[in-house]
């Protein structure tokens, strides 16, 4: 999503996702590293606004 990949790229245990993630084969367990304001899109609306 934050990137623009448009080739799927294949993650094994350990490995990060991201918002937008799709998970095509069986079950995911993950654990969130950030929420709310500590997101990176959430940095991003806050420069976004700094600029206005």
């Not at 990060?16 to 609306?45: C, H, M, P, R, W």
């Amino acid at each position: 999503m934050l990137t623009g990949e448009s080739i799927p790229v294949e993650k094994n245990a350990g490995d990060k996702v991201y918002a937008a993630s799709l998970n095509k084969f069986g079950l995911i367990k993950l654990e969130a590293k950030k929420v709310g304001a500590d997101t990176a899109i959430a940095q991003i609306i806050k420069l976004v606004e700094e600029a206005l």
